[in-house]
Structures are given as C-alpha cells and as structure tokens.
C-alpha cells in the first residue's frame, strides 16, 4: 500500500524505464535539468598566456543526443491537470521544447536565471554566458503563489553555485543553487506537492523541495551523482522535524526496496520499479501465464511505425488475461509484442521489409548492422563536412545582405558543388558510393531551395539567428544524403540485395518525416526527411538495444512469420492458453500506409475468424468507426472506448484526437 507519509523517492536507474512507471495524473512540479547539448560545440579548454588553461571542458553526458521530442509527451501524461512544467535549457534546445509543449499547454513562458558572477571573457570577443533559460508550461487553474508584483518577474538572479555549496567531489558542471529552485518551488506548488526531476544530478532540485515540505522523486543514472543526491538528501531530511515520522532504522534495515537510508546504490535493473510502486501504490497485476506480478517488460518498441501502440500499453496490460502463448497476427513497431511479458511470442505481419529486420535482428546479422553503421557514419560524415565548409552561411549572410542576386547564388552553389565533389561523395558509405545516386544533384538543389526559403521567411517574419542558419544548412546536406538512400531504396535492382534494401529500410524508417512509410501511385516511398529536429539523431543506439541481453532473449523465445493473418492464424492455431493481441490497419485509407492493402473485406474475414472460431482470448484496438463497431458489436464480445490524440495530422486527412475501441471477447 502507499505510504501517505512519504517524502522522498530517489532512484538509480535511466529516467526513460522510470517514467513509464509513473501512473497518469500523477505530478504537481516537474523541475529539472536536462542535457543542454552544447558539448559538440565544446573547444575544449582556453590556453591563457604564462596561466594555467581555463577549463571550458563539459561532462560526457552532454555530448550524447539528447531529443526534446522524446520526453515531451510523457511529461505531460504524468503531470495533474493543476501541475506546472520547469525545463531548464539553452538556446540550441529551447526552440525545440517550444515546439513540442506549446500547443499542448494553455500557456507557456520562460524565465532567464542570471549569474551574476559569470566566468570572465578572457579575449573580450563576445558577450559573458551569465544567462541561463526555463522554460515553463501550464494550463488554466494551474497551483501558483503569486508572491508580489516585484518579486515576479520572469528574471532570477543568484551566484552561480558555489563552495561549500557547490560539491568539488563529484563535480557536477550544472549544479544549480538551491535558492533559485526553492523560488520556484515556492511559486509553482504547494505544501506536500510531488516535484519530480528525471535528470536529478547531485539532487538539488530534492534539497530545495525537502526543505519547503514537498515531496520528491528523483532518478539519476550517473552513479557517482546519485551517491551525492542520496547523501544530500539524506542529511537535509535529516534536519527537520518531520524526519523521524516517516524513517527509523528498523525499516532500512528489514526492507531492502527501500532506499530512504541505505548506503548501497540502487540496483538499476528492477529495484526501482518496486521502490516506485511502493511510494506511488502502483497495484501490481496479477497474472497465472509466467506467476510473475508485473507482466510488462520495460522493453522498448523495434521501430517506430504508423499506429504504433507504446502510450495504449497503458490500457493494453492491465486488461490482458492470464495466458501463456502471446500471439500477434499485425507485429508491426512491436510495442505490444515488445512490452508483454510471455513464455513464448509467435509474431507475423504482411509487410516482408518489416519481417526482414526482425528477422536480422533475432540472428544478430553481422551484414545488416554493418551496413546501418556504414548509413549512420555517412550521418556524421555529413555534419563534419558541414563543419568544414563554414562558407556556406558566410554565402547566404551576402545573399541575404544582398551582396549577391538569386542567379549568383546559384551559380556559387552549382560551383561549390562541382569542386568539391570528391568530397562529397566521400560523404556516403563504401558500399553505397558505387551505387546509382542522386546525392550531388540532390545537395545543389537542397542548398539552393533553403537559403531561398530562409530569405523568405527572414522577409516576413525576423531575421534568423546564427545558430538557426547552421542547423538549416546542415539540414539542406543531411536531407541529400537521405534522399540518395531514398532514392537506392525505391531502385528495384536494390531489392534483390535483401540485407542493403533491409537497412535501407531501417534508416528511411528512423529520418522519415515523423516516422511516416507512404507511397506514391508508382509505388514508390515519398516521404520527405523529417528535418532539422532530426539533425542529431543517429542509429547506434538503436543497434545496441537490438543486440542488448534483454533483447536477444526476448527474441529467443519468437517465432516469426510473414504471411497473410488468416494463414497465420490457421497455422499457429491460438489455444485457450493464448492470448491475442489484433493491431489491424484501420478502416480508412491509411491501410495503405505499409505497401498493402487492408480492405473492407479483410476486416470482415478478420472479424469473422475471431468471433467464430478463435479459440483463445483477444484484445483488438482499433478506430471506432461505424463499419467497425457494426462487425463486433455482437453477444460475447465487449467493446470499451478511449481517446487517442495523433501527434502529426496526415495532411489533414485524420483527426486530431479520435475514439478507438478495445474489444476483448473476455
């Protein structure tokens, strides 16, 4: 049961399993910190004439990606309708938190923390970093102690953090002080409020919320900076009065999931999970198929795909049955599949590209991940010669200051071009630069539409930071190389090489705009690169999870198939043992969206299978449709709605937020 003396909750573990733990509704103050970023544009540490080296040097963790549009959604389903969002950032990250949460809140502001004692500019060439940004979210009703109208504005100001505060052992480059996260726990919550920070460091933000009678959930995966958090906030409970209510020593002692006192790191692989029920009283499910109480795995989907169910897992687990076969007939990105817990899983869909990655997959095979590494360092090839051809933006700053014309421009760009060609064919893998390409043409057409499209929008709205003019440019160069690989996959000649056209696959699949597989009338995939979001993102992450332990064993227990449903169906046979999960494509035109047609008389032949000879229990989600509600609406079968909101709106063609069914024949 929940513990309604609780205080706090710090868990070592990756904020990306945790927060999918946290039930819906479920946070009044998200204050946090995450990776700025900026350690790719890092030039290490400044040499200071007959002085040691200043150290401009960053943490690692900064020099990973970190993808706003990743976190975005989750932080607004954990969050009351009465909570408020914190995000502290910088000018690289705050246009893309904007674009992510905007629209999603009734307001969103921001708030500039000025360091009153910045680090001095030794060479004076520019102006002092003494500014940092929050970026913040709410919706109407939102919990706010308005303070005075002086001690309002969107402006803080403080030292940065500094000794004995300021912790020399671990090092954390981006501790913020307590005092400015206390003025804004004071401002954005109450007395006994949860604040969550998924990215807890050294665990400021739970000193600050602590020391004003809140309560804290804090996940940190750096060991040595959860060691620190834990410590601190340890000792600041251990200062107040209200310690002694909820923390003896009898509980450390004789409850192991419990991590209020004990002095050992946290295990990162399940512990969490329990501690975090045991705080939050998430109640466990009970199942016979495996007698294991918790029948999700954690695990992440293969690939994103159109209709993908990761956020109905929600709806999807706790209404599962007892069973021991998991069976599904429309695999798809796999989140069901993924992140059930079985014995054993029998996996089918029609589309043969898709079965092929699983299929490369499940044998680890040595030829597709060569080919995707080779894809991806073409990724970072791209952005290196970016890099070193500066004059790029030095070009469109004398377009844009009209030191040039339009014909000019183009003729400078076709010239670039020719002269560098070598170079960038050198861009793309070994094995894809003997192929037929498109990538030269593609990039002089792609350099010239952007900068004429920057000068537009310059033109009627503002002119374009410098920053923006950089991740335009290298947009207009990724976006050829997508486009050449666009190009070899839609060539028929490609598709006789199974393990070039399945990698293929892949990456199209990961750059596409917003994950979107459509095709043309000549059958060919149309699907623009998804642009300057998707810059930074790159595919080893992706292969390391594919050959990780848990997936791999998870796979050991799959059988795979490629074949119509009602011939899988036929052959796999589903007992009364089993469970099947139904993902079909929907009734509209998007059954379309893989290269196969799922028509009207399909979902009639499914529904047909199903009620009348299925012998095993199911779950179907689907759009609520009248064609779909007539099929299942009969004796037996249950049918219960939810809402789903679509984060991209096909050209307009599906609604923002539409009513699916689940239907279960138990």
Partial sequence: MKDPNWKKCILHADSRDIIKRIPDNSIDFILTDPPYNLGQHSTGNIPLPGRTAMNNDVADWDMIDFNPEEWADEFIRILKPTGNLFIFTSYNQLGRWYNCLDHKFDTSNFMIWHKTNPAPKIYKAGFLNSCEMIFTCWNKKHTWNFISQAEMHNFIESTICMKPERLSSPKHPAQKPVSILKKMIQIASNENDIIFDPFMGVGSTGVAALDLNRRFIGVELN????????????????????????????????????????????????????ELNNFLGLQKKQTTNNNKNDIATGLAPIIKWPGGKEKELKYIIPNAPAFNRFIEPFVGGGSVFMGIRSNEYVINDLSSELIDLYRNINCSDKE?????????????????????????????????????????????????????????????????????????????????????????????????????????????????????????????????????????????????YSGMFRYSSKGEFNVPYGGIAYNSKLLNKKLDYYRSPEVLRHFAKTEIYNMDFEEFLRIVQPSENDFVFLDPPYDSEFSTYAGNAFTGEDQQRLAKYMINECKSKWMMIIKNTDFIFGLYNKKGINIRTFDKEYVVSFMNRNDKKTTHLLITNY
């Fill in 223 to 274: 060991e040595d900076y959860f060691k620190a958090a834990k410590k601190r906030i340890d000792n600041s409970l251990m200062q107040t009065s209200l310690f002694s209510q909820f923390l003896n020593e009898s509980q450390i002692v004789s409850d192991p999931h419990v991590a209020y006192g004990s002095t050992e790191t946290v295990d990162i692989s399940s512990l969490p999970f329990i």
């Fill in 368 to 512: 597709f991940f060569r080919l995707v590494k080779e894809m991806d360092l073409s990724w970072m090839n791209a952005l290196d010669f970016f890099n070193s051809n500066s004059q790029l933006v030095d070009i469109y700053i004398a377009y844009r200051n009209k030191q040039m014309g339009e014909n000019e421009l183009k003729e400078f760009i076709h010239d670039f071009c020719k002269k560098n060609k070598e170079d960038i064919m050198g861009i793309l893998g070994e094995d894809f630069r003997t192929l037929p390409s498109i990538f030269l043409s593609e990039l002089e057409k792609n350099l010239l539409r952007k900068m004429l499209r920057m000068r537009k929008l310059e033109i009627e709205k503002q002119i374009l930071p410098y920053a923006d003019l950089n991740d335009n440019i290298e947009t207009a160069i990724k976006s050829a190389v997508y486009m050449n690989y666009r190009y070899l996959y839609n060539n028929s000649k490609i598709l006789r090489n199974k393990k070039m056209h399945c990698a293929l696959f892949f990456f199209l699949r990961n750059y596409a």
